[in-house]
């Protein structure tokens, strides 16, 4: 898939993109602590949809979203990172109420096993972001999981605190806790929601906008080989 915009819109003052703490706690300052959330953004379905719907359940009331991509498969940088700043922008476009503080990480992949990369690949620098803007006083990680993500981890009745110690997932909370130094809510809204469903929520300007593919072509076009297009493509 194309992306046709790969430009954050920074003249949007909604928008904070690589903003000092003392720059976004100065902005945040008169939100309640219940209405800041922070969101790893992939480019995907799961969080392109989580992080729409938190905007739009917002219902005009101002509310502070902390976002965070981290990109590491070689594969798809360009396109992952395009389609991120489109949903950013569409979302910070339409909904000038939410203030969006925008951060990206990168790591490489090649020291660390397949089993344990999204724990250490994701919760570590995540946890940096998180401490970084400590004074912004997040208060919710929204965990942007569907229901098949769900049953694939275990993650079924969203609290995550129940999984078993060792597990990735709680191991990824314990290290954004340890390091941010916050005491988080995590919640997964949307863990009974079929990747179907959500796709049916999107809106065509995000939906034809995705980067979900593990091997897209030069262009973007997705391989329909991988476990992802094998789970996204027939909904489209």
Request: hydrophobic share 40%; aromatic share 8%.
């Amino acid at each position: 898939m194309m992306i046709s915009n790969k430009k954050l819109a920074t003249s949007l003052d909604n928008l904070f993109v690589g903003a000092s703490p003392e720059v976004v706690k100065k902005a945040t300052a008169n939100i309640p602590s219940t209405d800041k959330f922070f969101i790893n953004l992939s480019g995907g379905v799961d969080s392109a949809f989580a992080f729409l719907q938190l905007a739009k359940n917002s219902q005009g009331r101002t509310i502070a979203i902390l976002v965070h991509h981290c990109y590491y498969l070689k594969a798809r940088r360009d396109h992952e990172m395009g389609a991120t700043i489109h949903t950013i922008n569409y979302v910070a476009t339409n909904y000038p109420n939410c203030l969006i503080i925008y951060e990206q990480t990168t790591v490489p992949k090649k020291p660390v096993r397949w089993s344990t990369m999204d724990v250490i690949l994701l919760s570590t620098p995540s946890a940096l972001v998180l401490l970084r803007h400590k004074t912004m006083g997040v208060s919710t990680v929204l965990l942007p999981y569907c229901l098949e993500e769900c049953v694939r981890i275990n993650k079924m009745d969203g609290n995550v605190r129940l999984l078993p110690r060792g597990s990735r997932s709680r191991v990824f909370i314990e290290i954004m806790e340890s390091i941010s130094g916050l005491d988080l809510k995590f919640v997964v809204p949307y863990r009974l929601w079929t990747k179907r469903l959500c796709l049916s929520k999107l809106p065509t300007a995000i939906k034809n906008n995705m980067c979900f593919c593990r091997r897209p072509g030069t262009d973007g076009s997705p391989c329909g080989k991988c476990f992802n297009c094998k789970r996204v493509l027939p909904n489209l």
